[in-house]
Nanobody
């Protein structure tokens, strides 16, 4: 089992950058495929990015490619989301999620595929 805690969310101006982090408890973080999702007020939670347990494979929502980058440091039990050129429509509560996985190169893009979730960190993009 793993516990996930997100951090790094804050108010940022349009065009700015932000780096979110997700810290995982436990000694088996390297066994988990990880993902980031977000939920804006009045909308459903949506997929943002995913990374395999090895970090060798990543996947992004089409609309976010080129602006967001997911990465992980298994030695530090963290997964990060670098967000650049932020827009007001990026305003949302951002969640990290994890699923223990045997295959080193698998990632997941659907909510139902993840077993563990953090509480979220708020990102607000506004001038």
């Amino acid at each position: 089992q793993v516990q996930l805690v997100e951090s790094g969310g804050r108010l940022v101006q349009p065009g700015g950058s932000l780096r979110l982090s997700c810290a995982a408890s436990g000694r088996t973080f390297g066994s988990y495929a990880m993902g980031w999702f977000r939920q804006a007020p009045g909308t459903e939670r949506e997929f943002v990015a995913a990374i395999s347990r090895s970090g060798g494979r990543t996947y992004y929502a089409d609309s976010l490619k080129g602006r967001f980058t997911i990465s992980r440091d298994n030695a530090k039990n963290t997964v990060s989301l670098q967000m650049n050129s932020l827009k007001p429509e990026d305003t949302a509560l951002y969640y990290c999620a994890g699923r223990e996985m045997y295959d080193r190169n698998t990632y997941y893009t659907r909510e139902v595929e993840y077993d563990y979730w953090g509480q979220g960190t708020q990102v607000t993009v506004s001038s």
